[in-house]
């Protein structure tokens, strides 16, 4: 039974300034919209995935609960990782490695350019470097998530807010 793992790049958020914490950036209004609608379209294909793992980061953390909520997913249910705001590509590696045989389906909401490395990494196919707010959907067959890892899944579809309307 294959597994599905949707890596989302948080929303857009403010632009760094000298007096505040990388970490501490929020989403934008535009940010919010833009992580709604990709919610909004992800509930509309029936995705609910059975844990939704997010970076601490406010930013990536208000990605994730905006979209818990748009696709049904209890916000309060979400797992977050600290590791994964600056852990890089192996922190989200050892998230997704650690997940029990019981979960079919998860997402991990985190930053570039560790998203868009673990992408390309997981599938070996060219992703580049992931939108604000994308989300690429990998497949895995026959594989428990211990055993995910290079080149073990396939790209099954990749969305960016800007393909989807802005109502």
Do not use: C
Request: a negative charge.
């Amino acid at each position: 039974m294959p597994i599905t793992l949707y890596i989302v790049r948080h929303a857009k958020a403010e632009e760094r300034a000298i007096f505040m914490d990388d970490h501490d950036r929020q989403l934008t209004s535009d940010g919010i919209m833009a992580a709604a609608r990709m919610g909004h379209h992800l509930r509309g294909k029936a995705i609910l995935p059975d844990i939704i793992i997010s970076s601490g980061a406010p930013r990536a953390k208000d990605t994730a609960k905006v979209i818990a909520e748009q696709i049904g997913y209890d916000p309060a249910q979400i797992q977050l990782e600290d590791a994964l705001f600056d852990g890089g590509p192996k922190a989200y590696l050892a998230a997704l490695n650690a997940l029990p045989d019981t979960i079919q389906t998860a997402m991990i909401v985190g930053h570039n350019p560790d998203v868009s490395y673990l992408a390309e990494f997981l599938t070996h196919q060219s992703i580049g470097s992931m939108s604000k707010g994308e989300i690429v959907a990998v497949v895995f067959e026959d594989l428990t998530w211990a055993e995910v890892s290079g080149r073990t899944g396939s790209v099954a579809f990749e969305i960016k807010p800007k393909q989807l309307p802005n109502d």
